[in-house]
T-cell receptor, first 114, second 112 residues
Framework: KNQVEQSPQSLIILEGKNCTLQ??????????LRWYKQDTGRGPVSLTI?????NTKSNGRYTATLDADTKQSSLHITASQLSDSASYIC?????????????FGKGTHLIIQP | DGGITQSPKYLFRKEGQNVTLSCEQN?????MYWYRQDPGQGLRLIYY???????QKGDIAEGYSVSREKKESFPLTVTSAQKNPTAFYLC???????????FGSGTRLTVV
């Protein structure tokens, strides 16, 4: 069964600090891997999308990396801001299968303290 | 602005009552999806539709029903057969099956 495991489950850091969130997956072969940001009580918003051939993708202070050999991805947040407090979800889409093949991680709950 | 709109934002259901959650998109996306989100769990697929007048069950379809009479609309009905409906419901749409996703802002359903 395809799985996406995220760590840590929750994280608290001080404003201005950097942090890295991890995503390990078993989906293979896969079409793309996505990171979403979900504010409390809101829908997820896409941060990055990477295909299996891409190693890194940036979106402002967010940088995602992908190692397809070890089936690991990370999301690095630089110079954190209070508005970064949210859940971050890793989603993997396999190469085969339709919408029901998408596998969602449980997310990392990030809290930025002033 | 193009987007996907869910309503209402909050919904309360009495025991034995059916309720319908609305999802409308003006992105001209072919595919639409309904997910359920519970605390500490990943999103789980309820139903999805790749084309008008056609839809498929997801992982947790029992106790739910959908319709897709228009490309723009994909309402979800939570029936009395769903014994634990309290959750956050998310609607999404995409250009093609699984390619690119846009989520709505969600509906929080509570049983009272």
């Amino acid at each position: 069964k395809n799985q996406v495991e995220q760590s840590p489950q929750s994280l608290i850091i001080l404003e201005g600090k950097n942090c890295t969130l991890q995503c390990n997956y078993t989906v293979s072969p896969f079409s793309n891997l996505r990171w979403y940001k979900q504010d409390t009580g809101r829908g997820p918003v896409s941060l990055t999308i990477m295909t299996f051939s891409e190693n890194t993708k940036s979106n402002g202070r967010y940088t995602a990396t992908l190692d397809a050999d070890t089936k690991q991805s990370s999301l690095h947040i630089t110079a954190s801001q209070l508005s970064d407090s949210a859940s971050y979800i890793c989603v993997v889409r396999p190469s085969e299968g339709g919408a029901d093949g998408l596998t969602f991680g449980k997310g990392t709950h990030l809290i930025i303290q002033p | 602005d193009g987007g996907i709109t869910q309503s209402p934002k909050y919904l309360f259901r009495k025991e034995g009552q059916n309720v319908t959650l609305s999802c409308e998109q003006n992105l001209n996306h072919d595919a639409m999806y309904w997910y359920r989100q519970d605390p500490g769990q990943g999103l789980r697929l309820i139903y999805y539709s790749q084309i008008v007048n056609d839809f498929q069950k997801g992982d947790i379809a029992e106790g739910y029903s959908v319709s897709r009479e228009k490309k723009e609309s994909f309402p979800l009905t939570v029936t009395s057969a769903q014994k634990n409906p309290t959750a956050f419901y998310l609607c999404a749409s995409s250009i093609a099956d699984g390619h690119g996703y846009t989520f709505g802002s969600g509906t929080r359903l509570t049983v009272v």
